[in-house]
């Protein structure tokens, strides 16, 4: 048997050893805990890992792709509102995406000037073999050709638009001096290309459409539509650097037609008009008289570069008859009657010639000068107050032909004398006698 101090000895012994042992239990509790939470943990974060891999894969990329693939849809919906926006526009009004358009305010003649109203783009190519050197063609800031030089005179006009030079897409004026002034300084033979893009001269209003497109406008009264003699056209009159409008106009019964047009390649008019047309319409607004179609034509040329006009054309016998008598019929001389082209490059001639010799005195006077005489002269000219003045001018247009007069022919090189263009069929006296000489 156990006394009783020794059993006290042995409780208070196992009190003591109790609080250690259940501690060091409790702490290898807590690290077991731990560790397992720590192989959970990394279980789980490498399945979620592997789970993430796999949906980049299946949606085609990482993060960064996902954040691109969530900005997309507002330039989507933006598109998608602007698509919807054009289809419910007019048809002659124009797109308002400017990056899908061919002309705008740094290209060509402006966002209005539509696609539809440029013919399909054309490449010319030219080869420039050594000495001779590569022909500059002269461009506006918005790349509109305005100087053509004569080796590509026949396949580039003035008011084209330099749409590449080389394969190269023009976007600046800039980017073709670089090109230019490579090409320039290139010294072996090399291929030239040009891709222009050349605006329509005229576009015929099908018989169809014709009533809806005068209903739009203000017609003067008593005007009649009338297919059957006449053709009816729009006409785009575009406007380039060293330019000229070249026309005269005049008024016969609600209508204002074109009487004269200036041959010149610097003219717009002759590209596009023909002597006869009659202009109904500029922009859409209805003409009634000379004075207005003068108003609109210096407006729209003032607010862009080019102007649409709607032209009533003869094709007809009776159609031509009308308008010949519509051009015959003078109501007012003209108070500043345009002059001949050959006047014109006389006074052109010598106003060059005054530039290179500014110091060549004149010679003899043409002028005659009167001697002095005691007696006063009482000669001279009165000019009454109802006088008229008349020009004295020369019809520089055909009204048979409709079109402008032809050139008097040139005298053939070695000839002497005057040069006439039909033989002269009355023989004189002298020529038949060398006849009778020679004959006999």
């Not at 998608?80 to 048809?91: R, T």
């Not at 319409?281 to 004075?291: P, T, W």
Request: charged share 25%.
């Amino acid at each position: 048997m156990l006394n009783p101090e020794d059993a006290k000895k042995d409780s208070a012994s196992k009190r003591e050893a109790s609080p250690t042992s259940t501690r060091s239990k409790r702490q290898k509790k807590n690290r077991n805990l731990i560790n397992n939470n720590k192989s959970t943990y990394e279980a789980a974060s490498s399945v979620r890992s592997k789970r993430q891999k796999k949906n980049d894969i299946t949606d085609g990329g990482s993060n960064s792709t996902r954040q691109k693939r969530t900005k997309k849809p507002p330039t989507i919906v933006g598109s998608l509102e602007n698509l919807e926006k054009v289809q419910g526009e007019k048809s002659d009004a124009p797109p308002k995406d400017d990056n899908n358009h061919l002309c705008s305010d740094t290209i060509g003649y402006g966002p209005e000037f539509l696609d539809a109203w440029l013919e399909a783009p054309a490449t010319i190519e030219f080869k420039v073999e050594p000495p001779n050197k590569a022909p500059v063609v002269k461009v506006s800031k918005t790349l509109i050709i305005y100087d053509v030089p004569n080796q590509l005179s026949t396949k580039i006009e003035s008011g084209d638009i330099l749409y590449k030079f080389n394969d190269l897409l023009l976007t600046t004026r800039e980017e073709y001096i670089r090109q230019l002034q490579f090409v320039t300084a290139n010294p072996d033979s090399q291929t030239l290309t040009y891709t222009i893009l050349r605006p329509l001269k005229s576009k015929q209003i099908p018989e169809k459409e014709l009533s809806d497109v005068f209903s739009k406008l203000q017609s003067p009264q008593g005007f009649e539509i009338l297919p059957t003699h006449f053709d009816y056209l729009f006409v785009f009159l575009t406007i380039a650097p060293k330019t000229t409008l070249g026309v005269t106009i005049k008024g016969y019964n609600g209508k204002v037609y074109v009487s004269g047009i200036e041959k010149k390649v610097t003219s717009i008019a002759y590209k596009c008009l023909l002597v006869g047309d009659a202009i109904l319409a500029i922009e859409d607004q209805a003409l009634s008289g000379v004075k207005d179609t003068h108003e609109l034509l210096c407006t729209s040329f003032a607010k862009k570069k080019f102007v649409r006009l709607i032209i009533e054309r003869a094709k007809t016998a009776d159609g031509l008859r009308n308008v010949k008598l519509a051009l015959r019929i003078e109501k007012t001389f003209e108070i500043n009657p345009r002059m001949n082209e050959d006047i014109t490059n006389i006074c052109e001639q010598q106003i060059t010639f005054m530039k290179n010799y500014p110091e060549l005195k004149p010679g003899r006077m043409i002028y005659r000068q009167h001697h002095s005489s005691s007696k006063s002269s009482t000669s001279h000219v009165d000019v009454a107050p109802e006088s008229t003045e008349l020009p004295i001018t020369t019809d520089v247009n055909n009204l048979n032909l409709l079109a402008p007069t032809p050139p008097v022919p040139a005298v053939p090189p070695g000839t002497v004398g005057f040069f006439f263009p039909v033989p002269v069929l009355v023989e004189s006296a002298s020529k038949r006698m060398l006849k009778k000489r020679t004959t006999k």
